[in-house]
């Protein structure tokens, strides 16, 4: 038990799989695993750990934003031993070929800012992807319908930024979509060892301003928690 998971230390997986929506993590584990089991519900943040094709995994809800994804992440990694954890998370896309629904393998996470700056103070740390996860997942993810595209995303401190400036030196630099958790997330598994991945789903978009309900970002991303398993398990 830690002050946020409830979990017994046996009850969390090695691999993890990390939605910010927590009742996305529900419509996870009951769509994609064998015999989910509650394993944490602490201030309504549900994890569940089960099954999928013989391989056990903990589906476990981030929370919004990299403060919140930091507390369940250093837990699962220091307290639990999780070694393999997935983001699977929506996003606002910041390029025109970029279409709502698209899948984005996040390569590399820039930010203004991440809970690890008072580590790194100084450095400009680049937060990237475990390399053979993002070969996984780009495998994985040419057997599903949506587009997939691989680059650099915006891991940002806030959804409703009233900095247009930052957003268009965004788009001008490539960059594919913007988040608020996949940065830290790679910092943390680069200090700790782990391997890390971001696949998001496209929700919205900063250049048409369409967006999802709140309906299909909890339940109908399921081509990314699939890109997900494969690539864990590849
Ligand atoms: O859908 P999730 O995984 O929560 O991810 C995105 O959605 C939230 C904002 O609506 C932020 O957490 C952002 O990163
Ligand atoms: O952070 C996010 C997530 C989804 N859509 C956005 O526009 N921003």
């Known amino acids: 038990m830690t002050p946020h998971i409830r ?12 939605p910010g929506d927590p009742l996305r993590a529900k419509w996870a ?15 309504g943040m549900l994890g569940f750990t089960g099954m999928w094709r013989g391989n056990r995994v903990t589906i476990h809800g981030s929370g919004m934003g990299m ?5 369940y992440a250093n837990e699962l990694i220091t307290k639990y031993g999780a070694r393999t954890l997935i983001r699977i998370g929506s996003a606002g896309a910041m390029q025109p070929y970029v279409k709502i629904r698209d899948v984005v393998l996040a390569q590399t996470a820039s930010s203004l800012s991440t809970p690890s700056r008072g580590i790194l103070r100084d450095i400009n740390f680049a937060p990237c992807a475990d390399f053979g996860l993002l070969m ?8 599903k319908a949506n587009d997939v595209h691989v680059g650099g995303i915006y891991s940002s401190d806030v959804f409703y930024d009233e900095r247009p400036d930052l957003n268009e030196q965004m788009t001008r630099h490539g960059i594919l979509a913007v988040e608020m958790e996949a940065a830290e997330l790679y910092s943390l598994a680069a200090r700790h060892g782990c391997r890390a991945l971001a696949v998001l789903t496209v929700s919205d978009h900063l250049l048409t301003q369409e967006a999802l309900p709140a309906s299909d970002r909890q339940s109908s991303f399921g081509d990314m928690v699939e890109i997900a398993l494969e690539a864990a398990f590849a």
């Open 29 to 43: 584990a009951e769509t994609f695993l064998d015999s989910p089991e509650l394993v944490n519900d602490v201030r």
């Open 136 to 143: 996984a997942a780009y495998a994985a993810a040419q057997t």
């Open 7 to 18: 979990a017994g230390r046996g009850q969390i997986a090695e691999t993890v799989l990390m």
């Open 67 to 71: 403060p919140s994804l930091s507390i």
